[in-house]
């Protein structure tokens, strides 16, 4: 049977492209995607803030403060790809899903990609928002800590049911509500995304086709495609950095972990508070992460 997901070739690691490709995403995605974490988190109200905190780490530290995480992130996301893939597999062999292309097996495939990397996003989430000191060792170190039921740090408490389960709360706090608005976030770009496709193809053929107009219209079509991808999940980044800034609080500060409140209260409260440019405070950062995102 076919690979249905896979982001990487699991045969071809020595290719140069592979190579390349992860270099890319280390050294020139990481950077942005950490600094478009940190402009939607609730430690920065506008973009001027945010590149006044920039300019702070990089004084304090070097470029490398801004791709802390990065080895890991990719790592993970390797390893995500890999148990999606062979899910996926399974559940067409196993007759679950007709085929790939039903609407029950894409909701389940988008499902479970949002489910793997939730504890990833958690704690590269916290490791951004926390000290320039902490690597993702120490976060990952905190997180077993906390969840570890007895005062002895060994590897048997650890993975103690009670433990674990404890470690299960930490690391998806606030699943639900994150996974249920990225979903939608996800189906509403996608329909929107069609009814561009549409408008485009409507386009194109009504005018000449010569390579450079070509060539405009592609460059056209990313800039508008990443604008509208990134004005639809700048505000549900802004919204779901709730829930790791009150983790990371806690873990590192001290402070009491609040029950999950659903994302309508939140989005409610900061438009009272904070207005409606407070949504959109990260939407620059996260522009230019989507627009380098989708040139790899």
Not at 131 to 142: A, E, Y
Request: with cysteine.
């Amino acid at each position: 049977m076919d690979k249905i997901i896979p982001s990487f070739d699991f045969y071809s690691l020595k290719k140069n492209k592979f190579m390349k490709m992860f270099s890319y995403r280390i050294y020139l995605l990481s950077p942005f995607r950490n600094i478009s974490i940190y402009s939607h988190s609730p430690y920065t109200s506008s973009f001027k803030e945010l590149c006044k905190e920039i300019s702070k780490i990089y004084k304090k530290g070097s470029l490398y403060e801004f791709s802390r995480g990065s080895i890991f992130f990719e790592f993970s996301t390797f390893i995500e790809d890999y148990i999606r893939t062979i899910v996926l597999n399974y559940s067409i062999k196993l007759n679950i899903f007709k085929n790939k292309n039903s609407k029950p097996f894409q909701l389940f495939n988008e499902t479970f990609k949002l489910y793997l990397e939730y504890p990833k996003k958690m704690l590269i989430t916290c490791l951004v928002l926390s000290p320039i000191s902490l690597r993702i060792t120490d976060i990952i170190k905190v997180f077993l800590i906390s969840s570890s039921t007895s005062s002895s740090f060994t590897l048997k408490s650890l993975l103690s049911s009670l433990s674990l389960k404890s470690l299960y709360g930490i690391l998806y706090h606030g699943s639900f509500y994150s996974i249920l608005l990225m979903l939608s976030s996800k189906l509403l770009n996608d329909f929107i995304d069609c009814k561009l496709d549409h408008y485009l193809n409507q386009s194109n053929n009504s005018n000449n086709n010569n390579n450079n107009n070509k060539l405009y219209k592609k460059a056209s079509n990313i800039m508008v495609r990443t604008l509208i991808k990134s004005l639809i999940a700048s505000p549900i980044y802004v919204i779901t950095s709730y829930y790791p800034s009150q983790v990371i609080s806690s873990l590192i500060l001290g402070d009491v972990i609040h029950s999950p409140v659903d994302p309508i209260s939140i989005a409610i409260d900061i438009y009272k508070t904070k207005g409606i440019k407070y949504f959109y405070k990260g939407l620059l950062p996260q522009f230019v992460f989507e627009l380098l995102y989708s040139f790899q």
